[in-house]
């Protein structure tokens, strides 16, 4: 009995040792996605670098670069973009694998740098309405938890990004055609920045799987 235990273990190791030759230190990756702001309503494409070292057969240490381009139209003639960028530092561990499919998750700390615009138009008889929102603030603090797979060098991940939300400045100008006579209000507001990222992508590098 103790011999067949020590040629299991012997052999599990051996597997072990096998497989994690077929990985190598360094891969690069990059994707395309759909990403979605729950607090806005904005949504719109993801694109994302990220360039990783393992440090073992279960870690990974990644560096990631994304941008995010959303918008929103309304009938109301309103419209609203948000086109932003992050850059990250982070780390994921390999929870299980099944064949080729190798499930993780991980976590990354970094900076969002967010711009937001916003301009509404309503006419309403000889009155005219214009609103516009300005950001008065610029660079972020960025969390995030990420679950995702590996099938081989293909990649599809969830990325949750938590981002404290960006004052801003909301400027509503208002017009009469007839008196010819404007004024405007200032309101003070906060854009909610936090976003869920869909990506698909692949990696170069990191093995023959």
């Known amino acids: 009995m103790r011999g067949v235990l020590i040629f ?19 891969k690069f990756g990059w994707r395309y996605g759909y990403g979605l702001n729950t607090g ?13 070292v393992r440090i073992n057969y279960y870690t ?17 003639n309103t419209s609203r973009s948000m086109d932003a960028y992050s850059i990250s530092l982070g780390g994921q561990y390999y929870l299980f694998e099944r ?20 301009e509404s138009r309503f006419q309403s008889g000889y009155n005219q309405t214009i609103s516009s929102v300005e950001l008065s603030s ?3 603090n960025l969390f995030y938890p990420r679950i995702g797979f590996d099938f081989g060098h293909f990649n599809l991940l969830v990325d949750f990004n938590l981002i404290p939300s960006s004052e801003g400045i909301k400027r509503t100008s208002f017009y009469n055609n007839t ?31």
């Open 8 to 26: 299991i273990l012997f052999s599990g190791l051996v597997s072990t040792v096998s497989a994690q030759d077929n990985y190598k230190p360094f």
């Open 60 to 76: 990974v240490s990644f560096f990631r670069f994304e941008s995010i381009l959303a918008s929103d139209s309304r009938e109301n």
């Open 138 to 140: 610029d660079r972020r």
């Open 40 to 52: 806005e309503s904005l949504s719109g494409i993801t694109f994302d670098l990220e360039p990783a």
């Open 99 to 118: 064949g080729r499919f190798r499930f993780y998750a991980g976590i990354g700390l970094g900076f969002y740098y967010p711009y937001y615009s916003e």
């Open 179 to 209: 008196t010819r006579i404007s004024y405007s209000s200032y309101e003070d507001i906060e854009i909610n920045n936090s976003y869920i990222s869909f990506k698909l992508g692949f990696s170069l590098g990191g093995g023959s799987r």
